[in-house]
């Protein structure tokens, strides 16, 4: 099956600094990737659909300038939490699509510890 | 709002087979039923998907009912390593339809015992 790749698998940092989580498609080309985050005890929330050369479309309630998205290749898509604060720290995953109704394969996550 | 209920747990022996029920009886025409699970800690992984007739891979069965509005997903043999939450979701799957977007609810923690 195909692989996506997320780095890093975990990161702590300090409240207020920004963080980048990076996705990879690692043995196809992702036109669409999708960004979810998952807190403790909880399911799978989508935070933001990208596609590839274009702005990433949010679900309500996401904030848009706090989770930045760029996704500038087919191969990778990047997630930057801006002024990571502790309600911040969750469980962040990707998953890669070769469009919005394929399957989507899902990288291993991220976990984020903000201090 | 997630468009299936499943219970919320589920028991199984090492070794036999596993059958998790998913309800979805609002599903519509176009939307196929997805399984995916997830080992603690790890990401999502796709298990099978179906749209009405049953369908089998390496991994499971999946068999849906004549009004597609229950399914079951079967793991013939159990292992320990099988012991995830097990998430049943429908969506489209081909172009035209709204419903892309894979919305994950509680699913089935399946806890497969020695």
């Known amino acids: 099956g195909a692989v996506v790749s997320q780095h890093p698998s975990w990161v702590i940092c300090k409240s207020g600094t920004s963080v980048k989580i990076e996705c990879r498609s690692l043995?196809?080309?992702?036109?669409?990737m999708f960004w979810y985050r998952q807190f403790p005890k909880q399911s799978l929330m989508l935070m933001a659909t990208?596609?590839?050369?274009?702005?990433?479309?949010?679900e309500q309630g996401v904030e848009k300038d706090k989770f930045l998205i760029n996704h500038a290749s087919l191969t990778l898509s990047t997630l930057t939490v801006t002024s990571a604060h502790p309600e911040d720290s969750s469980f962040y995953i990707c998953?890669?699509?070769?469009?919005?109704?394929?399957?989507?394969?899902f990288g291993p996550g991220t976990r984020l510890t903000v201090l | 709002d997630a468009k299936t209920t499943q219970p919320p747990s589920m028991d199984c022996a090492e070794g036999r087979a596993a059958n998790l029920p998913c309800n979805h009886s609002?599903?519509?025409?176009?939307?196929?039923v997805y399984w995916y699970r997830q080992i603690h800690s790890q990401g999502p992984q796709y298990i099978i998907h179906?749209?009405?007739n049953n369908e089998t891979n390496e991994m499971a069965s999946l068999i849906i009912t004549e009004d597609r509005k229950s399914s079951t997903l079967i793991l013939p043999h159990a292992t320990l390593r099988d012991t995830a939450v097990y998430y049943c979701?429908?969506?489209?799957?081909?172009?035209?339809?709204?419903?892309?977007?894979?919305?994950f609810g509680k699913g089935t923690l399946l806890t497969v015992n020695p």
């Open positions: 990208s596609n590839e050369g274009s702005k990433a479309t949010y």
């Open positions: 609002t599903i519509s025409g176009n939307e196929y």
């Open positions: 998953s890669a699509s070769q469009g919005y109704y394929n399957e989507q394969f």
């Open positions: 979701i429908v969506r489209v799957a081909n172009s035209g339809g709204s419903n892309y977007k894979l919305t």
């Open positions: 043995d196809f080309q992702a036109t669409t």
């Open positions: 179906g749209l009405k």
